[in-house]
């Protein structure tokens, strides 16, 4: 059975970067692919990118591909996402998202919350 | 950009039906996923592939595909279907996600 399960919560400054952990279990790591989402507070999801946790690749949300980095640990199973130059506009519920090959449908990560206040 | 339209609320009564569109261009190429989600919480899939219906989901969900639009239904509607729901897909050439703004489900 597929687990996601993210890094706790953190809480920046405006200007810094955060970067969130998901790691994967129950199933191969390296034969789907990774994505990321967000929510702020009382909003909608938006897709940020996804890497292909076999070669590493990457495609990425047009809002997002300045500021943005994804990487995979294949050793630990592990995806990162990586933000940068972060506003109180980036305080939200970061998601990771996953469907191995053969499954019909995405599991989602309990998702990470970042607040950025000063 | 590439967008889903969905209606930003439904309300009905409960054992009624409620019916939640989600239009786009691209959906005659791409397949839809419906997902459930309440206050504080993850979302969790209710419908995959336009039609398909995960274990452990009542059978009072469903899905279907007409065009450019899908809808998920929820038949006989219950006070715990209050929710948020958001319909996702991709471009046409599957290389971008994209959600629909969502549709708050009102449960009367």
């Known amino acids: 059975q597929v687990h996601l399960v993210q890094s706790a919560a953190e809480v920046k400054n405006p200007g810094a970067s955060v970067k969130v952990a998901c790691k994967a279990s129950?199933?191969?790591?390296?034969?789907?692919?990774m994505h990321w989402i967000r929510q702020a507070p009382g909003q909608g999801l938006e897709w940020m990118g996804w890497i292909n946790s076999e070669s590493g690749g990457t495609t990425y949300a047009h809002n997002f591909q300045a500021r943005v980095t994804m990487t995979r640990d294949t050793c630990s199973s592990t995806a990162h996402m990586e933000l940068r130059g972060l506003t109180s506009d980036d305080t939200a519920t970061y998601y990771c998202a996953t469907k191995p090959a053969g499954e019909g449908y995405f599991d989602w990560g309990q998702g990470t919350l970042v607040t950025v206040s000063s | 950009s590439y967008e889903l339209t969905q209606p930003p609320s439904v309300s009905v009564s409960p054992g009624q039906t409620a019916s939640i569109t989600c239009s786009g261009d691209?959906?005659?190429?791409?397949?839809v996923y419906w997902y459930q989600q309440k206050p504080g919480q993850a979302p969790v899939v209710m419908i995959y592939k336009d039609t398909e219906r995960p274990s452990g989901i009542p059978e009072r969900f469903s899905g279907s595909s007409s065009g450019t639009t899908v809808t998920l239904t929820i038949s006989g509607v219950q006070a715990e279907d209050e929710a948020d729901y958001y319909c996702?897909?991709?471009?046409?050439?599957?290389?971008?996600?994209?959600f629909g703004g969502g549709t708050k489900l009102t449960v009367l």
């Open positions: 691209a959906l005659p190429k791409q397949y």
């Open positions: 129950g199933y191969t790591f390296t034969a789907s692919h």
């Open positions: 996702q897909s991709a471009d046409s050439r599957g290389s971008y996600w994209v």
